[in-house]
């Protein structure tokens, strides 16, 4: 295996990782919210957080670290790429989404459970906060995926 396919193996499983394991925990997301089980809700956030120092973190790092590596060293590309800046721009914007709308929903949501319960009408809008959040992170990401395959140039 040449150095070439080996950066690209990680890249790709790092992005399958990252991609795969959020696509997942949205889909469990809006179902807790459409059921309205918040506590499971509740749940699930706690062990996301979790989640992202043990795999979002890594499978992020991995994944950018690795399509830095294939840049760096493979003459055919250059970072200046349109489907390169679509990649830089796709994983910015999904951190952002992640920060400024997921994060602070769920922040919000749990206050409202430690203060009042799991029952308390104030967590609907918070869990659509944390789905919406989460909906666009994984969007954007997709966008990525979609010009990492494409390569789209002007």
Do not use: C
């Amino acid at each position: 295996m040449s150095r070439y396919e080996l950066f690209r193996l990680l890249h790709v499983i790092g992005a399958i990782v990252w991609v795969g394991a959020g696509a997942g925990l949205l889909i469990l997301n809006q179902h807790l919210v459409r059921v309205k089980d918040y506590g499971g809700l509740l749940t699930v956030g706690r062990a996301s957080q979790a989640l992202g120092v043990r795999l979002f973190i890594p499978a992020s790092l991995v994944t950018v670290g690795f399509g830095i590596a294939l840049v760096a060293t493979e003459p055919a590309y250059r970072f200046t790429d349109l489907w390169i800046l679509i990649g830089f721009g796709g994983i910015l914007a999904s951190g952002l989404a992640q920060t400024l709308v997921a994060e602070r929903a769920g922040k919000r949501f749990l206050a409202v459970a430690a203060e009042h319960g799991t029952d308390h009408p104030n967590l609907a809008v918070a869990a659509r906060g944390i789905t919406l959040g989460s909906t666009l992170d994984v969007g954007f990401l997709l966008v990525v995926v979609w010009a990492m395959v494409t390569k789209p140039v002007l």
